[in-house]
């Protein structure tokens, strides 16, 4: 079987996208558009209404200036714009006679360019297209253009508004402490919960494009000096390479940019909650987000974010380690009770002790199938049920669930086709599936479940173990850019592997993670605990504005 | 093209796990869970073992105990050449699979003790279903009449006899033992083994002649027939066998069973009666709750001597006079008397031993540990030289506490 | 070069520890009990300690051959066909003591848990999963083996814990009584397990960090000893001397006798969860030399195409090898310990020594000098 590394090599072999790929990606039209544009505005207009067609939302609207010297039009999506922003500071003051009284230039055709754009418009935002392929993308995002008569440039406005869902706790990630904030679907929103939290000169966020036809946004959000550039790198290339025609969730650039895409467990780590974003990014990993979805990737990542949520962190960390070990048992229980199970009472009953023995036997007699047989149904069985939930509308589903999962379970014993014990271990298993704070997690376990079950009944604890250390190989050898998959378990120091279990209190990390290989490693000053030094004796720091210098390595 | 051969590769390996059956697996439904085996021997035939298997119905375990067919626990039979072939003729007669791993009594009848078990040991190390964990109780009489006694508190026999088992750990009169612990007594040179015997004595007022015919109840599992005064019998853990390599040599009583504790330190509870100090005629009762117990072996001019020093802690729970003992001069005296009961019992215990041959307390074992080139002069003939060796016993008793009152309080003064 | 991967110093040590563990503390005692009675505890804490003599050769050599295994430097020593035969000797040593260990783990599942599976199944079945963890790459053993060994060692810890209230320590009080030469005797047989470390010669040129090598198998030496001899004196304080020497399997005996409240109790699957983990971990790594040896050997560019053919030649071996349990047996404790002690753990490494001594002083022959830390 090939290697995961060899799979990386393969798939590292992407090539260095160059900046002209807005004109590539525009293809054969984009040079037609080219070859057929002209300065002279009627030209123009007949070339945009022939390409763009009779589409009734997009809207031509030409007219003159005051003194009758420059002939212009603008073009703008309906629904995408703001109207009274347009009118009253684009139109407006080219048409007031503001212009021709009190303007020392005389407006003309040949300095209508530079004098609109500094002068008499009133948009803070303004950009100039060099052509008009690069203005009708630009109008597709919400801006405005204004074709001057005889001017090859274009000004473009940004004039972008549209109805958005406003920012709202996330349902997924719902928080016990914390912000409630969570991402939306556009991007500027995003971008601006993330500066809000975080005020510093070097977070930097970087635009990229991606998907032909969808010309998704897609922003690197980081803190300039914390990350590993490799990484940062890395994550460039591998998103400038992506060709294909639609982007529509990070979903798809997920899968464009993983190591193993073959692989059941997620290398990228997804939220939707604003908060966790910034502390990943204060942490130096990279994250990116797509417009139109409110997930956001973050990268790299390890197995144990499945066992990581943000409360942890604003909690005490008392409650952070027995919620963490919890967890942990939890994910052990998810993957492998069912399975335990039916090794256990098909292979290895010496196992249970007597009473529980007894009480199983009795309540498996005159059940017809055996026992795998049972525990595969059932599952199948719940799966459905869980799916069914979430499909209908939010009041009908949860009772349809919980009555269903009754239901089934007690007519189902009472008909004797599975025994009490079967349905219990099932429910236990379905309710630790949702313990998990990660919900991709619970898909590879979901999926995982199935094979075990049936390796359990072949083999017993034999086939149990068998197809652990299957998973185990596999997650030992995957990795997320570069960061080894098992880590800090499997390969990093020890104080990082406490931190996976146990996060120290605030006033002690000093350090950032080592696995990363990062550039900044301090974080904080040393002596914040409470013992050290007494707060009275503490030096001040009025100013809180210089970073911390970078620790070795 | 390469890739697709692995996967073809990969397929192929994964189907004979699938043709082929699996070979181990049998439904939990489908086991007959045996919790106890009765071993017996019947001297002068060509298949001499008589294994009796008491098997529990799960099925059964919600109902009431009672006759007919809702019986917890059912038995089956099987003779044999030896013990695996006489479990090979009952499993004829069993419609599940035999399940042994939850098997933690081990009863021997007394013939099969007295004519050797070795046959028994050596089928429990080497079964890899039979728990080392288990107890081995001999029974006087035959295993499969004992298991045959009704029970009487418990939903079953087997798990009366546990029960017994369990509450035995506390009455330190009977030591049930492991066979593991059976099994490292007898593999060391200078020591015997011993364990518990468990017997179905009639109860005490069917001794009395006045009742007849009320003891019979409802259910002897196995339907033994005939009518009319069928006795009630309850199981009691009473007395020691004590070994002679793997034979029985003989059975200790209560009051021997004791001293050989005491001679080998595992007393941890128990009650004895002393004669009071002050009217002799009438008794008063010490419970013990601690002792240690020394034995150092000395060697002088080729002459082997054994001492044993105990020391023994209680309290006094009950006296039958009205005498003031809280005294520290009565204090005193009753530990003497104690002292002195103590020693009457390990010297009783010690002549039972010596009578029998049977080493039970290690003094072979404990020459050995100090004395390594000594005893191994002696090793072969170690039984024999036992019974001459002189044993001195020194017991100093302490009497702590007088329970929740110091002195008894006058009557009609 | 045939592996990429890079092994920390802390993993090493961890790798040797459990490809001597994994089978020592499951069938020695029993071994040991039987040669040196109640003293068995003596020679399985100094028997480990000749196999230093072992490590110190290895790690000599690996300083004057930087960047090389075992195979390699034995051609640049020994010359081109001696070498190369020396190094097929030792890749036939791998592949023995993998099958052994293939076929003790076989031998137990049969015996104790599952009596009606062929033992073929179990066989190879561990041998695909042992081929495909050595296809990944030694790394990717390591950081399973991370993960793994505290499985391992808690669970042995916690099945020496609970047995804790049957021990009898008078049981292995004659001191010394038989004399020296006894326990010297039993010596060798914990000497022949520990000297397993034969692989760091294998391993050491991936070491992050080669000059602390001989630090990580001195602690993999040091931690394994010390359990054996715990797990060696538990054994004879719970049955005794003359009896433990009887059991084929003591430590899954041992295990069936932890018995505390009746709710702690019935942990002998906690034995062969154990157990089945640390072969998988040890039969991996004799496999891996074993491969990574022979396509040295052959002078291949990668180690996959030996790696199918090699475990079928393993998993054959274990089956056809010994007829019978007891022939295992008879072969750990007899023969193993002279065969493997003379040939590959001290007899072919002291020739190494000897000759690259013999060809840097008197021929004038300058072998790669360490050069500074990686």
């Given amino acids: 079987m090939p290697s995961a590394f060899s799979m990386l090599r393969k798939l590292l072999k992407y090539k260095l996208a160059d900046n002209s790929s807005e004109e590539k990606q525009a293809g054969c039209r984009g040079d037609a558009i080219r070859q057929e544009d002209s300065p002279l505005l009627e030209k123009r207009l007949d070339l945009i209404r022939k390409r763009l067609g009779e589409s009734k939302d997009i809207v031509i609207r030409e007219f003159s200036s005051n003194n009758n010297q420059v002939k212009l039009a603008i073009l703008y999506v309906d629904g995408l714009v703001d109207r009274r922003l347009i009118n009253d500071h684009i139109i407006r003051p080219i048409q007031s006679d503001f212009v021709v009284k009190n303007f020392s230039h005389r407006l003309a055709e040949k300095n209508a360019l530079q004098l609109l754009k500094k002068h008499i418009t009133s948009i803070s935002e303004v950009a100039e297209a060099a052509n008009l392929t690069q203005a009708i993308r630009m109008m597709f995002s919400g801006d405005t253009a204004l074709l001057i008569n005889g001017e090859e440039k274009i000004l473009v406005y940004s004039t972008r508004a549209w109805d958005r869902r406003a920012v709202t706790e996330p349902e997924t990630e719902p928080a016990v402490r914390g912000s409630r904030e969570g991402f939306t679907e556009t991007l500027r929103t995003n971008t601006a919960l993330l500066r809000r939290r975080i005020r510093h000169e070097n977070l930097r966020l970087e635009s990229m494009k991606a998907g032909r036809r969808t010309g998704t946004d897609v922003v690197l959000a980081y803190i300039n000096d914390i990350i590993n550039p490799l990484t940062l790198e890395e994550v460039r290339r591998r998103i400038a390479a992506i060709d294909t025609d639609s982007i529509l969730e990070s979903g798809y650039i997920e899968e464009f940019i993983e190591d193993v895409p073959f692989s059941i467990f997620p290398q990228l780590e997804r939220t939707e909650r604003a908060d966790k974003a910034a502390a990943a990014i204060l942490d130096g990993r990279i994250l990116i987000m797509v417009d139109n979805t409110p997930h956001v990737l973050i990268v790299p990542t390890s197995f144990f974010q499945f066992i990581q949520a943000s409360e942890d962190y604003y909690e005490r960390p008392h409650i952070a380690v027995v919620l963490r070990l919890l967890r942990l048992f939890v994910l052990n229980i998810a993957l492998m009770l069912p399975a335990a199970y039916v090794a256990i009472i098909t292979f290895h009953q010496e196992m249970l002790p007597t009473p529980l023995l007894l009480s199983i036997a009795a309540a498996r007699e005159g059940v017809p199938f055996p026992a795998v047989a049972e525990a595969l149904l059932m599952e199948a069985i719940f799966e459905v049920l869980r799916e069914a939930g979430v499909r209908l509308p939010k009041t009908v589903g949860q009772a349809v669930s919980i009555v269903g999962g009754l239901v089934i379970g007690d007519a189902s014993i009472r008909a004797g086709l599975v025994s009490p014990s079967m349905v219990i271990v099932v429910a236990v298993t379905a309710i630790s599936t949702f313990a998990l704070p990660a919900f991709n997690a619970s898909i590879a376990l979901r999926i995982l479940r199935f094979p075990l079950i049936m390796l359990a009944g072949m083999m017993g604890l034999y086939g149990v173990i068998f197809g652990l250390v299957i998973i185990l190989i596999h997650l030992a050898g995957l990795q997320s850019f570069g960061v080894p998959y098992l880590s800090p378990l499997a390969h990093g120091s020890v104080s990082d592997m406490l931190k996976t279990f146990a996060r120290p209190f605030w006033w002690m990390t000093r350090r950032r993670a080592d696995e990363l290989g990062l550039q900044n490693m301090k974080r904080q000053a040393g002596n914040m605990g409470p013992r050290k030094t007494p707060f009275a004796k503490r030096e001040l720091t009025h100013d809180n504005t210089e970073e911390h210098d970078a620790g070795k390595r | ?321 009205q005498a003031d003992l809280s005294t520290a001069e009565m204090i005193e005296k009753l530990n003497s008397a104690k002292a002195g009961a103590i020693k009457v019992e390990m010297e009783k215990a010690l002549q039972k031993m010596r009578q029998l041959e049977t080493d039970v307390v290690g003094f072979g074992a404990i020459l050995k540990r100090r004395e390594p080139k000594i005893f191994r002069e002696v090793a072969d003939r170690w039984p024999e030289i036992f019974v001459e060796v002189p044993v001195e016993i020194l017991v100093k008793a302490n009497i702590r506490r007088t329970g929740l009152q110091a002195k008894p309080a006058r009557i009609n003064r | 070069m045939l592996e990429k991967g890079r092994i920390s110093p802390r993993q090493t040590g961890q790798l040797l520890f459990i490809t001597t563990i994994a089978t020592v503390i499951f069938i020695a005692p029993s071994l040991i009990a039987s040669l040196a009675g109640h003293d068995a505890w003596l020679a399985a804490l100094l028997g480990p300690m000749f196999t230093l003599i072992t490590l110190l050769l290895i790690t000599w050599l690996g300083r004057k051959h930087p960047g090389q295994t075992i195979f390699q430097y034995s051609e640049t020593i020994l010359g081109k066909w001696l070498g190369k035969a020396v190094a097929l000797l030792y890749v036939w040593g791998f592949l023995h003591i993998g099958a052994m260990a293939v076929r003790e783990f076989g031998d137990f599942m049969t015996t104790s848990f599952m009596s009606h599976t062929p033992i073929s199944v179990f066989n190879f079945s561990m041998l695909l999963l042992c081929a495909w963890s050595v296809l990944v790459g030694l790394e990717v053993i390591a950081r399973m083996n991370e993960f793994i060994i505290i499985l391992i060692v808690s669970f042995l810890l916690l099945i020496l814990f609970f047995s804790l209230p049957n021990w009898e320590l008078d049981y292995l009080l004659p001191f010394f009584a038989r004399g020296p030469l006894p326990v010297l005797q039993a010596a060798l047989i914990p000497a022949a397990w520990h000297g397993n470390i034969i692989v760091l010669a294998v391993i050491l040129p991936f070491m992050t960090r080669p000059t602390r090598a001989f630090l990580a198998g001195t602690a993999a030496i040091f931690a394994s000893t010390t359990l054996l001899t715990i797990g060696v004196v538990g054994m004879t304080a719970i049955f005794g001397p003359e009896l433990s020497s009887s059991f084929l399997f003591p430590l899954h005996l041992f295990a069936q006798t932890i018995n505390i409240g009746q709710i702690i109790t019935r942990f002998e699957s906690v034995v062969m969860t154990t157990w089945m983990a640390g072969i998988f971990i040890k039969t991996s790594v004799f496999y891996y030399c074993a491969a990574l040896g022979l396509a040295q050997v052959l002078n291949l560019k990668e180690v996959r195409p030996v790696v199918l053919p090699l475990g079928i030649i393993l998993g054959t071996l274990s089956i056809s090898l010994f007829q019978d349990v007891t022939m295992l047996g008879n072969f750990l404790k007899e023969t193993r310990p002279y065969y493997t002690i003379s040939l590959y753990f001290l007899g072919l490494p002291l020739l190494l020594f000897a000759v690259t001594l013999i060809r840097e002083k008197i021929f004038g022959v300058c072998f790669g000098e360490q050069t500074n830390e990686a």
């Fill in chain 2, 1 to 321: 093209m390469k890739r697709r051969n692995y996967i073809l590769a990969a397929l192929l390996a994964c189907s004979l796990i699938f043709t082929s059956g699996c070979w181990d697996q049998v439904e939990i439904e489908d086991l007959a869970i045996v919790r106890a085996i009765a071993i017996d021997y019947l001297p002068g035939r060509r298949a001499p073992y008589l294994v009796t298997l008491a098997i529990k119905r799960p099925a059964a375990m919600g109902q009431q105990e009672g006759g007919g067919g809702g019986e917890q626990v059912v038995f089956y039979a099987g003779v044999g050449a030896s013990i695996a072939l006489a479990i090979e003729q009952a499993a004829t007669h069993i419609p599940r699979r035999i399940f042994l791993t939850h098997n933690d009594l081990v009863i021997v009848g007394e013939q099969l003790a007295k004519h050797g078990l070795l046959p028994v040991l050596d089928f429990v190390v080497r079964n890899p279903d039979m728990r080392l964990s288990a107890f081995l109780l001999i029974a006087k009489g035959t295993g499969q009449e004992l298991l045959h006694t009704a029970e009487r508190l418990e939903g079953s026999i087997t798990e009366e006899i546990h029960g017994l088992i369990d509450q035995a750990e506390d009455a330190a009169e009977t030591q049930p033992v492991p066979i593991f612990r059976f099994l490292r007594k007898i593999t060391t040179p200078g020591e015997e083994a011993y364990t518990v015997v468990i017997q179905a004595s009639p109860l005490p007022k069917d001794k009395l002649p006045a009742a007849n015919g009320e003891g019979a109840q409802a259910g002897e599992g196995g339907g033994n027939g005939g009518g009319g005064a069928k006795q009630e019998k309850s199981l009691a853990l009473a007395g020691m066998a004590v070994f002679r390599s793997d034979r029985l040599a003989g059975i200790l009583n209560h009051s021997e069973a004791r001293g050989k504790l005491w001679l080998a330190g595992m007393t941890t509870r128990g009650i004895m009666a002393v004669d009071d100090p002050v009217h002799p005629e009438e008794t008063v009762t010490l419970s013990l709750t601690r002792s240690q117990t020394k034995i150092t072996p000395s060697v002088q001019a080729g002459r082997i001597s054994f001492r044993v020093e105990v020391e023994a802690e209680g309290d006094l729970i009950s006296q039958s006079s």
